[in-house]
């Protein structure tokens, strides 16, 4: 049976599914998207843990799949390294930017339009000019507490589907998978940072939530970017969810 339109109780599965079933789980819906969307389907990576999980599935699953990542003129060096070493090993791998002028320390006056900036409208720009109509993301339910709500295949911008594979992995099965398939990841991880982003709004902490340490004395603390959370198709009818 499909698995791209299952009614699962996810929160039930990220309990009973062993981390075998989930890796076959999540090989399997890249594989019956990439079926259905063929080039149309498109993997953003963040460069971050669980999208090089992500990534690494779906090059399983046909090593032609294209992805994109989002840069910022804030990310760490370590992560400009990382990505720039990703790139060579993938030149599928697109790479999108914005540079344009924002007030100097935006991050701190208005983050939400720092990253509606720098971050959602190079999304926007990667989906249009990749023309996807299917994007793969890294996001899990157990991350945090604004991830608890979205589902393994959902489509919250009219004709742009989300597919979100390994949304019932827990932290601990990342990092099993990073180990047992030997998975190059972030330097930056070795320091102690459990997420990952832009250097003036990440920081380590020993939270037990995972994302606590991004936007800490803002009102975005452990929140989001935007990206899965803003429209990401401007030109279609409806404005998303
Ligand atoms: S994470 Fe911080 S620096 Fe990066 S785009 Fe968002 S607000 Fe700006």
Redesign the pocket.
């Known amino acids: 049976m499909s698995l791209l339109g299952t009614q699962d109780d996810l929160k039930v599965l990220v309990e009973t599914l062993n981390f075998k079933q989930k890796v076959d789980r999540s090989l399997q819906l890249i594989r019956e998207a990439y079926d259905k969307y063929g080039d149309g389907l498109v993997v953003a990576n963040s460069l971050g843990k669980d999208s090089v999980v992500v990534w690494d599935l779906a090059k399983k699953v046909d090593p032609k799949i294209k992805g994109f990542i989002v840069t ?1 003129r ?1 990310k760490p060096k370590e992560t400009v390294e990382f990505m720039n070493q990703e790139v060579v090993r993938y030149p599928e791998l697109a790479v999108y930017k914005n540079d344009s002028e924002i007030s100097p320390e ?2 701190n006056v208005d ?1 939400d339009q ?2 509606e900036v ?2 959602v409208e190079p999304v926007k720009r990667a989906v249009d000019e990749m023309k996807v109509t299917c994007w793969v993301t890294g996001l899990r339910c157990t991350e945090g507490r604004t991830r608890t709500d979205y589902k393994e295949v959902e489509e919250r911008d009219k004709g742009l589907i989300k597919l979100n594979p390994i949304l019932i992995w827990k932290e601990r099965e990342v990092w099993q998978y990073l180990a047992l398939y030997e998975v190059k990841v972030n330097p930056l991880y070795k320091e102690g940072y459990r997420s990952l ?2 250097s ?2 990440t920081r380590i902490t020993n939270d037990d939530n995972e994302r606590a340490g991004r ?1 800490i004395g803002t009102s975005k603390c452990g929140g989001e ?1 935007g990206i899965h959370t803003r429209p990401l198709k401007s030109n279609l009818d409806g404005d998303g969810i």
Do not use: A, Q, R
């Open positions: 910022t804030f935006l991050y983050p720092c990253c720098l971050k982003g832009c003036p709004c936007w970017c």
